[in-house]
Structures are given as C-alpha cells and as structure tokens.
Nanobody, 119 residues
Framework: QVQLVESGGGSVQPGGSLRLSCAAS????????MGWYRQAPGKQRELVAR???????NLADSVKGRFTISRDNAKNTVYLQMDSLKPEDTAVYYC?????????????WGQGTQVTVSS
C-alpha cells in the first residue's frame, strides 16, 4: 500500500522558518517527480515546488528565494525548507509523488499538513 507521510507543519510568526518532510513508502518503482502543493481556504490547490529525480527544480514565483526543495532518492523522501515565511503562505501543504511510464501514470498524494503564518 502506497503512503505519503508528511511532517513538519505548524504555526510560526512572519519571517520564521519551517521544514516539511514527506516520506513515500510502498512504491516499488522509480518516482519521477516529488513535490509540494498547497491550498488556502477558498482557493485552488497550487504548485509550490517540484523536484525531478535528477534534481531539477521548479518553484512557484511567489516562493522563489525563500523556499528550497530537495529529495533523497534512496529514502523516497522530499523536503521543503521554508524561510522568510509570510502570512500568505498559510495553507494546507500536500506532498505529491508522480511517475510517468508512457502508457501508465502514477499520482499519489499525502494527507496534508497545516502551515499557519501569523503574528
């Protein structure tokens, strides 16, 4: 059974930092992309950051220069270091693991972890 288990969310003041982790288990094939999405109340889910198996990254413009994504392929784990947090970063953050084998795709999601930035 595939599971993506997130950790590291919480509450922090503006300007603070948090580090999210997501460990994927039960996946016996390569994971092409691992990433983080977020959804704020009343808004659509949006991509925050994504990293390929070879380390190429894609970050939303709103988090560039503040967030860093990394992954450990051996552990099927992805990390999101969030610095200089702003109130507008408040959202539920979801981990994603995606693989494309041409004729079949696999798309897995974590349960979400709350990040609240408030003074």
């Amino acid at each position: 059974q595939v599971q993506l288990v997130e950790s590291g969310g919480g509450s922090v003041q503006p300007g603070g930092s948090l580090r999210l982790s997501c460990a994927a288990s039960g996946i016996l094939f390569r994971i092409d992309y691992m990433g983080w999405y977020r959804q704020a109340p009343g808004k659509q889910r949006e991509l925050v950051a994504r990293i390929s198996r070879d380390g190429s990254t894609n970050l939303a413009d709103s988090v560039k220069g503040r967030f860093t994504i990394s992954r450990d392929n051996a552990k099927n784990t992805v990390y999101l270091q969030m610095d200089s947090l702003k109130p507008e970063d408040t959202a539920v953050y979801y981990c994603n693991a995606y693989s494309d084998f041409g004729t079949v795709e696999y798309d897995y999601w974590g349960q979400g972890t709350q990040v609240t930035v408030s003074s």
